[in-house]
């Protein structure tokens, strides 16, 4: 049962007129995820130019989410490109990475060992989330535009305006699945690396395949978009709140403390981390409410 005060915002959201929000959402995402590769190719001296290019993009993002906030012009252009090309850019990091952990002594003859020492392998991708946001806000409508309203320029057919008229359930919660995936195995493999000392660090690696089955479910069953997708997505941005709080605290607790806040930040557990399980849970709650494509 949808709450009375929540229904005028799930019918812009049903209706696609949501393109000045999720643009807000995209410039926060991608200043906190340009923050979190900003200190994890600090801490590899930035050996490689490359390792400049999501710093710079991340910037180039939120300023241009920023703007699109404001302006349906600066949404369609500069947004949709700098976020594509952030998009582009991730899967080259992702190349990158992978290269990094063939080169380490070994290569994939360790697998286990080299992925959990080795550079994060899907964190390039994990990058992508928030350019992944702003590409489709980009397609969105404003949220004064009136449900009636014919726009100066009348998308065009397929996928494009399913996304202008917000029926695209299906497509976000395959996204949200794979992303889940990735967030997870990401948790996994960094939480192995401390021995899961504590019991919450278990909690994102179970909660992963609840996730990713409702998000597949979703796929299939609008049903299952409606009733099972929002409680599993629901519990992902709880418990990626609750993993901020613990990676704060683990900062907090390391030698120094406050008065080395930059150094514990640096190489203490990676502040942001459980912002992206978080954002998996964000993507499928958004899903939820979405409505379904008119094709298949």
């Not at 992206?276 to 499928?284: D, I």
Request: glycine share 10%; proline share 5%; net charge positive.
């Amino acid at each position: 049962m949808e709450l009375a005060p929540l229904a005028p915002v799930i019918e812009r959201i049903r209706d696609g007129r949501f393109q000045r929000s999720l643009a807000l959402v995209t410039a926060g995402s991608s200043l906190v995820s340009g923050l979190e590769v900003a200190y994890e190719h600090y801490k590899g001296s930035y050996s490689n130019l490359i390792m400049y290019t999501p710093v710079l993009l991340s910037g180039a993002v939120t300023a241009a989410s920023t703007s699109a906030i404001f302006s349906r012009r600066a949404a369609e252009t500069w947004m949709r490109w700098t976020c594509a090309i952030t998009l582009l850019d991730g899967v080259i990091g992702f190349g990158f990475h992978i290269r990094g952990i063939c080169r380490k002594p070994g290569g994939w003859s360790i697998p286990i060992t080299n992925l959990i020492m080795g550079p994060p392998v899907f964190a390039p991708l994990l990058f992508g989330t928030a350019a992944y946001l702003g590409f489709m806000a980009s397609y969105l409508r404003r949220e004064e535009d009136s449900r009636i309203a014919i726009l100066q320029k009348k998308p065009a057919r397929g996928w494009r305006r399913e996304i202008h008229e917000g029926r695209f359930q299906k497509h976000l919660a395959a996204v949200a699945a794979i992303w889940t995936v990735l967030s997870g195995l990401e948790a996994w493999y960094s939480h192995y690396k401390s021995r899961f000392r504590i019991w919450a660090q278990w909690t994102p690696v179970l909660l992963t395949p609840i996730q990713f089955g409702a998000c597949v479910a979703a796929i299939f069953s609008e049903n299952a978009a409606r009733k099972f997708l929002p409680a599993t997505s629901t519990l992902a941005m709880i418990d990626g709140a609750v993993g901020f709080g613990y990676h704060v605290r683990g900062i907090a607790r390391r030698p120094g403390g406050k008065k080395t806040w930059l150094y514990n930040i640096l190489y203490g557990p990676p502040i942001f981390a459980p912002l992206l399980f978080a954002a998996c849970g964000a993507l499928g709650l958004l899903a939820s409410v979405l409505r379904r494509e008119k094709r298949g």
